[in-house]
């Protein structure tokens, strides 16, 4: 598995965010029950000017935001890997055989001020943020009711899975 993690900020994070990525994400692909097991995935973890030209550019929105997912693989039903062939070019890096789920970005500061404003610790906001994204790398959306309801509670039952909730994160 490569996990490639780059923080463009000063900040020195009070966790070993590559093990907390990696964690994550065989935790939401176990989940998921994708049939593969090694993965390429790239997280930045930048700042609120740099995310907010980012989804300026490819979104065309004029805000800073917490979070943005760019997904490598396409899926007609969310969390649904079986249309995804072994070895397809397409969804796997050709050197090694991982399945190429995509790239995170995620503004520190943003994720700051939500952890305080939630109530929980800043590890816990990261890890939500992660597990957002990974949900969206996988098909999920929350455009509508029911799926914004459908990718709280895959949410809640990961972290807390793992022992990230808002109480002990």
């Known amino acids: 598995m490569t996990f ?36 390429s995935l790239n997280l ?3 700042d609120d000017e740099t995310i ?34 072994e070895g397809d070019p397409e969804c796997f890096d050709m050197e090694t055989g991982e399945l190429i789920l995509g790239d995170i970005m995620i ?11 939630y109530g929980h610790s800043f ?9 957002h994204s990974l949900l969206h790398l996988s098909g999920f959306d929350h455009e509508t009711e029911e799926e914004r309801s459908e990718m709280e509670s895959l949410q809640d039952e990961i972290l807390n899975g793992i022992g990230i909730t808002r109480e002990n994160g």
């Open 107 to 117: 503004s520190l500061e943003h994720a700051h001020r939500q952890a305080e404003e």
């Open 123 to 131: 590890r816990r906001e990261i890890a939500f943020l992660i597990t």
């Open 44 to 46: 930045t973890f930048t």
């Open 4 to 39: 490639y993690v780059e923080n463009e900020t000063e900040e020195v994070l009070p966790f070993d965010g590559e093990e907390l990525v990696k964690k994550l994400t065989l935790t939401v692909m176990e989940r998921l029950e994708c049939p593969f097991k090694d993965y």
């Open 52 to 85: 907010h030209e980012i989804n300026r550019e490819y979104r065309d929105m004029d805000k800073s935001t917490d979070v943005l997912s760019f997904p490598a693989l396409e899926f007609e039903t969310a969390g649904d890997f079986s249309h995804i062939k």
